[in-house]
T-cell receptor, first 118, second 107 residues
Framework: EVQLVESGGTWVKPGGSLRLSCTVS????????MAWVRQPPGKGLEWVGH??????????DYAEPVKDRFTISRDDSKDTVYLQMHRLQTDDTAIYFC?????????WGLGTLMTVSS | DIHMTQSPSNLSAEVGDRITITCRAS??????LAWYQQRPGKAPKLLIY???TLESGVPSRFSGSGSGTEFTLTITSLQPDDSATYFC?????????FGPGTKVHIK
């Protein structure tokens, strides 16, 4: 059974930093492209960014609102993808989900909540 | 970016009704479309992928159709448990985009 489990969400002050993790099981993680998607309270879903697999150079792309502040990385030895976030703003408050299309359909974790507030 | 729209944004129906939700993409996405059900505070639950493939364990009253730019999610014989928000996702590109959602209310 494929499982994606996010962790690391917490309360953080504006301007702060936080790293989220997503550990995957049940699929060949090293082959998977991984994405982060977020959902602010009461709002819709927004793609944050993604990282390709090693074969594709672990290339990353980011949504404009987070470019230059967020970094996605992966550790294939730990089957884990990370979302490092800096200079956090109140409108970054959201549930953060990791997701993949590997091997054959969209798969999602349950999400982790990050609240940015003073 | 591929822009996704959905209609209606809200829908009220009775138990046993058949309802249809439409999702449109701003450009062709072939059949790379998924439908989800989401309840407040919960993760999205995959219902349909590749536009028309029913996810394992999802009741057969849910069905999807369409290709290119226009897609539909149909729920036949609506049940009380179907009260939720439904949204579509395109994954033609890994720059995923999502419909704004349709809130389904059971009268």
């Amino acid at each position: 059974e494929v499982q994606l489990v996010e962790s690391g969400g917490t309360w953080v002050k504006p301007g702060g930093s936080l790293r989220l993790s997503c550990t995957v099981s049940g699929l060949t993680f090293s082959d998977a492209w991984m994405a982060w998607v977020r959902q602010p309270p009461g709002k819709g879903l927004e793609w944050v960014g993604h990282i390709k697999n090693k074969h594709e150079g672990e290339t990353t792309d980011y949504a404009e609102p987070v470019k230059d502040r967020f970094t996605i990385s992966r550790d294939d030895s730990k089957d884990t993808v990370y979302l490092q976030m800096h200079r956090l703003q109140t409108d970054d408050t959201a549930i953060y989900f990791c997701t993949t299309l590997h091997p054959d359909r969209p798969r999602w974790g349950l999400g982790t909540l990050m609240t940015v507030s003073s | 970016d591929i822009h996704m729209t959905q209609s209606p944004s809200n829908l009220s129906a009775e138990v046993g009704d058949r309802i249809t939700i439409t999702c449109r993409a701003s450009e062709s996405i072939s059949n790379w479309l998924a439908w989800y059900q989401q309840r407040p505070g919960k993760a999205p639950k995959l219902l349909i992928y590749d536009a028309a493939t029913l996810e394992s364990g999802v009741p057969s009253r849910f069905s999807g159709s369409g290709s290119g730019t226009e897609f539909t999610l149909t729920i036949t014989s609506l049940q009380p448990d179907d009260s939720a928000t439904y949204f579509c996702q395109q994954y033609n590109y890994f720059f995923f985009t999502f419909g704004p959602g349709t809130k389904v209310h059971i009268k």
